[in-house]
RNA sequence: GGCUCGGUAGCUCAGCUGGUUAGAGCGUGGGAUUCAUAACCCCAAGGUCGGGAGUUCAAGUCUCCCCCGAGCCA
């Protein structure tokens, strides 16, 4: 059976997890619910990349040996993932001694095709960066643009790998429609091909804190080289012996790779040179998303606005914050992080339209329902006003998730529940009910309703897997498992429950309904996040 | 400095190959209602579409220049 890969960005241990991370995590988690749901065995991959002088030198900063600080922060990160309740199935950690072994492996295939050399770099290096700077500002003093701080000069001689001979294939892949997405940074990732690929250093010396290059004594690898294949070490499984060639019976290619856009070349470029080099295929497509400021200001240390992801989790739970960045941000563009928008949004579609449909319908229900779901008559068939809603929301839901926008798919759940609430509205059953022998008519009405709102718990499960078991347990409803183990239903099978669920009158009359209590509360914070 | 993307109501954004009075949600104001988490539903106000020039019968939508933001390459 085919898998569906995909994988966060290595996060790279030189600090704590900031919130850009946890925005990348929780998309991809989004994506991988998503296709578990509808069936697909899914190998959803995260990790650190823990390797590099800039690791070294903050581990000596804060006197801790490199590998202790990266237990640290690495431990750190996955901790955090499990208290998002993260479904990733692998947390890589380029530190691991498999790891080593598989870089080994995959640099003997390049180096058996001929595309390691040797070669003299000198220049003005800057360690924050791991680059060498190749326009190097002339003076004595030259400063990194990016990062301010002083470059060091070297001169060493390295392995190259030799980019330069993928050029043609490189163009042709970036030129394929959907490999990189969104499309709007298709042209950015040419231009830069389109100057002529250069070959680049692979190793560093005298960086201890590296992956050893066999056969070259005092090198190490570069480390975006070894944090790459990460990638592929993450889906061996752990117990098997690391074999590169097993990683294609084990998800390789991956679907999908989900990175900043601030790193695309290396995943649109040099990652897949590196493949070709070692003959490996080549992943489907590489999104790069937007970055999150935070109130229109750049989040950093010094200006001292970083949101926290601990933070945020703790005061506002992990569907508030779910919903914002789903449902708000267009995943791909830049987006704003507002603390008054998030918390208008979050009370708006989850506690008012949402959480409070359920809880006003199921009330109506069991007041004069005897505690239960109402006959359904003629709300039962699938021409009634919010079937039809509902079969548009749900598959626009599925089209908007394969296409990876959120909000669209955010959105169409949300229209759902509105129509609900407009529809109880206009029938107004507790009028009806004051009125002689209305009791079938509002029977059918309340049906209806508590059946679009399954509907909304039923579309809401890849965003908001909690709210929508919360949701499901009031209608009496199984909720859906798509965590890390959840089962595949193999394709043409009609028992993947996600799918059977959208169906028009899955909801059994008759069924008890327990005493509604709020799904999602108003958030209410005193102070800034 | 070069390249790329974006700059549309207070806020977040839709606006396909140029064509009637520029749309939605949030926020704001008003109304209606009481089943419900002071919730839901309805209505309204709000924009010289970053600035300037040009092409056209007609431009938010095409061309050029400039300004601002972001990323990449230097």
Redesign the pocket.
Known sequence: MMTYTLTTPLYYVNDRAHLGSAYTTIACDAVARHQRLRGESVMFVTGCDEHGQKIQRTAEAAELSPQAHCDLISEGYRDLWSRWQISNDRFIRTTDPRHQQLVAQFFARVQANGDVVEGRQQGWYCVACEEFK??APGSEDPEC??HLKPLEWRDEVNLFFRLSRYQAQIEALIRQPGFIAPA??Q??VQ??VA?GLRDFSISRIDLPWGIPVPGHEGHTFYVWFDALLGYLTALLDPNEPVVLEQVLERGWPAQLHVIG??I??FHAVYWPAMLLSAGLPLPERVFGH??LTRE?Q?MGKSLGNVLNPEVLLERCGRDAVRWYLLR???FG????F?QQ?FT??VN?DL???????????S??ARRWFADSVPPAGAAAQVDHPLAVAALAAGKSVNVALTDFDFRRAAEAALQLA?AA??F???Q?P??QMKLEGQESLVAEDLYAVLEATRWVAVLLAPLLPELSVRMLVQLGQAPFDSGPRAPACPPGSNACPWLLAQQWGRLEPGLPLIEPQ?????LELESPL
């Open positions: 190749d326009d643009p990016i709007s940074r042209k950015e231009n830069f100057q856009k601030d695309l070349r937007g970055f229109g750049k708000d941000i267009p563009e830049d987006g704003d507002q928008r208008d949004l708006n506690a008012n339209t949402i959480g409070n449909l359920l809880n006003r319908t009330a109506m509105i609430n407009g109880l509205n206009e107004a507790w009028k709020p799904v999602m509360l108003r």
